[in-house]
């Protein structure tokens, strides 16, 4: 399939997540991010629409669809509120990918469905609170005890992780480096905190917290691929995921787009429309194509994944681009709407917050750069 073509069962899926998302989330996304309330029963109906396993196989419960039938399904959401697709995008793209890829037909069998459906949801526990970007550099240890894994240690600013069930959880089972890391199956029990909600700047229809681990107990059938092997599962899961988010940063661009093409044309000043004036057409016109470029990059990685094709550097390159496009088309709507733009009675000013996060989180802007120059460079860029 040509990477920038759509066919009828993407249309399909993607009209389904948009009437789902304006009907379902619009309407609610305000009141949700003043009260920073997660939407998990919304969550839920979205799993009996398939759109919480879009890539799971029917026959583990989910729609059996490809990586561009998720990015579609993302953006949808994100466009409605950017919060509330960030748990869609983990739950699909951190959590069910890796069970996917590494996990044995045991371990599928009993999370897959029960995520598919949002019984459950899960987190992806990667991050430290000094192993950010440095993933290899993470300290959380799993010492073997009593025919499993003894785990103690600490996550930070783990997405859905405040009422998550199920946590593909990194550790150190071995000497320093990328080799000595595993991947796990991690459920609640004694010698696990979840700390509380972080504030933050936006997402605020997103749960993020910090974990910590004391003598937490695993049994060693939830090992998640083979010992040592656990860092490389966890950047190929990044690879993934990095697509989506940058479908999420296209939501994100044409929600602001749309707010600020309904506010030029209705508000009257000198006599007219703002719409009429240049100061307004060109900024617009310049997001809306580098919107379109985004989409084109976002979709051409996905259509590599499905393919089954090398697909890290063009993930990173649709990231990077698509997060700065999400910013940019946030700071136009702010000030296409100027001082409204910046009042919450609008949600411009919660665009342009939810924004940043998307050259932040799943690797910085700064990492994508440094993935796309060594992809460039290759050895002497080491």
Not at 100 to 120: D, F, M, S, V
Not at 276 to 292: H, M, N, W
Request: include cysteine; charged fraction near 20%.
């Amino acid at each position: 399939m040509p990477a920038t073509l759509l066919t009828d069962t993407h249309r399909e899926v993607q009209a389904l997540a948009h009437e789902f998302a304006q009907a379902e989330i619009a309407p609610h996304a305000a009141a949700w991010n003043e009260a920073h309330a997660i939407p998990l029963e919304v969550l839920r109906k979205m799993g009996e629409l398939g759109l919480l396993a879009v890539v799971v196989p029917e026959d583990l419960g989910g729609a059996g669809l490809d990586a561009t039938s998720l990015c579609l399904v993302v953006e949808e959401i994100a466009r409605a509120d950017a919060g509330t697709s960030t748990a869609v995008a983990v739950q699909n793209g951190l959590v069910a990918s890796p069970l996917l890829r590494a996990g044995n037909r045991e371990q599928q069998a009993a999370w897959l469905p029960r995520l598919a459906t949002g019984e459950i949801f899960g987190a992806y526990a990667l991050t430290e609170p000094d192993a950010g970007s440095d993933t290899a550099a993470l300290r959380t240890s799993a010492t073997e005890r009593d025919g499993g894994w003894s785990i103690s240690g600490a996550k930070q600013w783990i997405t859905n992780g405040g009422f998550a069930e199920l946590y593909v959880l990194f550790a150190r089972t071995g000497g320093p480096g990328a080799r000595g890391v595993s991947a796990f199956l991690a459920e609640r029990g004694p010698g696990f905190e979840v700390g509380p909600e972080i504030p933050k700047m936006g997402l605020h229809t997103s749960s993020t917290v910090g974990l910590s681990f004391d003598g937490l107990q695993v049994p060693a059938g939830n090992m998640l691929g083979n010992p040592g092997e656990g860092l490389k599962l966890a950047l190929a899961t990044l690879d993934g995921g990095r697509i989506t988010i940058a479908a999420q940063a296209c939501g994100i661009a044409q929600a602001a787009v749309d707010v600020a093409i309904d506010y030029a044309g209705t508000r009257v000043a000198f006599g007219g429309p703002i719409a009429r004036f240049q100061g307004i057409q060109f900024p617009l016109a310049d997001v809306a194509a580098k919107l379109d470029a985004a989409r084109l990059l976002t979709r051409h990685a996905a259509a590599l994944r499905d393919a089954g094709e090398p697909h890290g550097l063009a993930g990173a390159k649709a990231k990077l681009f698509a997060s700065s496009v999400a910013v940019q088309a946030a700071d136009m709507a702010v000030q296409t709407l100027g001082g409204y733009g910046y009042s919450a009675e609008y949600p411009a000013e919660r665009y342009y917050r939810d924004a940043k996060i998307t050259e932040i989180y799943e690797g910085t802007s700064e990492i994508q750069r440094l993935v796309i120059a060594r992809g460039l460079l290759g050895d002497s860029a080491r």
